[in-house]
């Protein structure tokens, strides 16, 4: 027997609309209506457009785009921006003209900053605005090549001879933001953590006392490299999916409430997504079924309680955006209502992102936004 449960309105802070750049794999209408229907009442999207959002006029840009869009839908789209200009990592944004603009938190999304001292800088003109700075922990001071290097260590990996992407470079990242995080007072957000000892880094920060939180994403907690046995980028993205032992520690963190939830939306069109790992573009859609999934594991399989699934899909989410003009937004968010007990499979073809890229379809859930 079905029921039907209401809570304060879920928060998706980490989602990619193609707008402006690639139209053909989600446009900001496309995007909002999947939000929508996957029960979010607020997304905050990822500054990796073409052009980059490092400008108050990009930011304005989505804003208008988001307005037209939202006749019926009261998905409510925040932008985040740039840390660096271009999201190059060689000079820090006007971050200022930025969080007076409304920027939810500041993040170069797709890209590492590696340059300490550039990092440092942002960190520091951050704190001084009372924002977050949220960071892509994957460096690659270490050595290797991202190009070259698109999964963990696996059966697969070394049965197809693909690059392998070492745990150190998520851990190496957070360590050095951490540090900084220590030196600067900065509220520091680790994006899409997938590692068990990131997760423990992360754990360690909070317990000394650091301002710094974490997310998780539902595919780094259904899915593991450990049990992939073909060729399909569907199950390929940036950082890559973790082994059973990562996924148990982010299922255990998330529980404990060291993490919280976000989807990492990622539309591409769907000729970069059909040449196999070696060659295929990082990231899968998420937003119809990041509700189901969360629920299923976390819940269904974990034991987590259904109101501390939902704090992390909202309550944490909000702590992050801390600009003014974001938080009055989100004052006024619409409420999330989920049918639980009424199993159905997914199907892509009734999607409303224009993407298809995920290795959901035919995988049955019991938990769906109404």
């Given amino acids: 027997m079905s029921k039907i449960l209401e809570f304060p309105g879920f928060v998706d802070v980490h989602v990619h609309f193609r707008d402006p ?48 869009a939202r006749s019926d839908n009261q998905t409510i789209l925040l932008p985040s921006a740039c840390i660096t200009k271009g999201r190059l990592g060689k000079e820090v944004a006007e971050l200022e003209s930025l969080a007076d603009a409304g920027a939810a938190f500041f993040t170069d ?16 003109r951050a704190y001084d605005l009372n924002m977050v700075v949220c960071q892509h922990a994957m460096t690659w001071k270490g050595g290797g090549s991202p ?20 745990v150190s470079v998520e851990t190496d990242a957070i360590r050095r933001d951490l540090s900084l995080c220590r030196e600067t007072g900065c509220r520091l957000h680790i994006q899409h953590i997938s590692t068990a000892e990131g997760v423990s880094l992360v754990r360690a920060a909070q317990q000394e006392g650091l301002p710094v939180t974490a997310e998780a994403m539902p595919h ?9 046995t073909v060729d399909d980028a569907n199950f390929k993205m940036a950082p890559p999916l973790g082994n059973h032992e990562d996924r148990a520690e982010l299922r255990r963190a998330v529980k404990d409430g060291v993490l919280m939830f976000a989807t990492d939306h990622a539309p591409h069109p769907a000729d970069k997504k059909s040449v196999g790992f070696a060659k295929s573009a990082n990231g899968i859609i998420g937003l119809e079924v990041a509700v189901p999934i969360t629920y299923h594991v ?21 702590q992050i955006i801390a600009n003014e003009r974001c938080r009055a937004q989100n004052a006024g968010l619409r409420k999330t209502v989920v049918e639980i007990g009424s199993e159905r499979a997914v199907d892509l073809s009734q999607f409303a992102s224009l993407s298809r890229n995920c290795p959901y379809h035919g995988m049955k859930f019991t938990c769906w936004p109404v």
């Avoid at 780094?220 to 992939?228: A, E, G, I, N």
Wanted: proline share 5%.
């Fill in 220 to 228: 780094h907690l259904l899915l593991s490299c450990d049990d992939l």
């Fill in 147 to 166: 190009a070259g290097n698109v999964i963990r260590d696996c059966a697969l990996a070394r049965q197809l001879g693909l690059g392998i992407i070492p």
């Fill in 21 to 68: 750049g690639v139209p053909t794999a989600e446009t900001t209408a496309s995007g909002l209506e999947a939000a929508r229907r996957g029960g979010f009442a607020a997304v905050v999207t990822m500054p990796n457009t073409t052009p980059a959002c490092d400008s108050p006029e990009q930011m304005d840009y989505q804003r208008a785009a988001a307005r037209l």
């Fill in 109 to 124: 999304d797709g890209n590492f900053v590696e340059d300490d001292k550039v990092m440092e800088e942002a960190m520091r």
């Fill in 298 to 318: 976390m819940v269904e399989e974990e034991g987590m309680s259904v109101e501390d699934w939902a704090k992390a899909w909202h309550e944490l989410p909000r």
